[in-house]
């Protein structure tokens, strides 16, 4: 270890990483004293450690067998991590399909950091342009991936994001009442999809639908927007139905059942 990494070195840390590290494929439990063979630690430090982590779920006690193993903490964490470096992947070639075959700008979003944050697209060529761009973020509310995502978290969440960043107008027909949020909110969640026209650019219309990950839990959302004036009978139809397709494909290379 170099002087760097000694100088931002946190020992209590140090020791825990160790215990992690026992931990594999066909070796998930340990009793504690096996534990501190295997580690080289006191007892007590183990006990202290262990307790520790099996009080934020990462470790979990078997009273029985008196063992110790990882807990769920650890999935719901690997699960994240897993979808936030893959979702991009696994959606870029239908991106590619959805957007030759709507004629359509489509977008992929997540929520970060209490923000609707676009992580790819496909740009359409047209007059009326949609500003975002990779890497953009905007308040949680906003447009169809906006309200997908916040569709699919549960009302305290909701809630907070929404009094955090409280609607605001960006053009006449921008929805800013609670209630009515609220309730647009439901009816996406239920039908599966959310369209949205005229809400964040006049002119536009924008369909999004939720991505899940092996979990069941909407980590993205996928969305096309097209001019209002290119609208036919029958085009929303097909791009909700185009969309869902997608979304469950790539839910489904994620690992979704």
């Not at 990779?134 to 997908?148: A, E, Q, V």
């Amino acid at each position: 270890m170099n002087d760097d990494q000694k100088k931002y070195s946190v020992r209590v840390l140090e020791k825990s990483i160790k215990i992690f590290d026992i931990f594999s494929y066909g070796h998930d439990s340990f009793t504690l004293s096996e534990i501190k063979k295997k580690t080289g630690l006191p007892k007590t430090t183990v006990f202290r450690i262990l307790k520790t982590f099996e009080r934020a779920g990462f470790f979990k006690y078997d009273p029985d067998q008196e063992t110790y193993s990882l807990g769920l903490r650890f999935l719901e964490l690997g699960g994240l991590v897993y979808s936030s470096l893959s979702v991009r992947k696994a959606a870029a070639p239908y991106m590619d399909a959805l957007s030759n075959s709507l004629k359509a700008t489509i977008l992929l979003g997540v929520m970060k950091d209490d923000q609707l944050f676009y992580i790819d697209k496909r740009e359409m060529d047209s007059i009326i342009r949609v500003t975002s761009h990779i890497g953009l973020k905007r308040p949680p509310y906003f447009g169809m991936l906006g309200m997908i995502l916040l569709a699919h978290m549960d009302s305290k969440e909701i809630n907070r994001l929404l009094n955090l960043y409280p609607p605001t107008k960006i053009t006449p027909k921008t929805i800013t009442n609670m209630d009515q949020i609220l309730e647009n909110l439901e009816k996406a969640k239920k039908q599966g999809y959310y369209v949205e026209q005229d809400e964040i650019v006049e002119g536009l219309l924008g369909v999004g639908v939720p991505i899940r990950d092996f979990s069941g839990n909407v980590v993205a959302a996928l969305g096309a927007t097209q001019p209002v004036f290119q609208i036919k009978d029958g085009t929303i139809e097909n791009t909700i139905r185009q969309l869902l397709e997608a979304s469950r494909s790539i839910s489904k290379d994620l690992g979704y059942t």
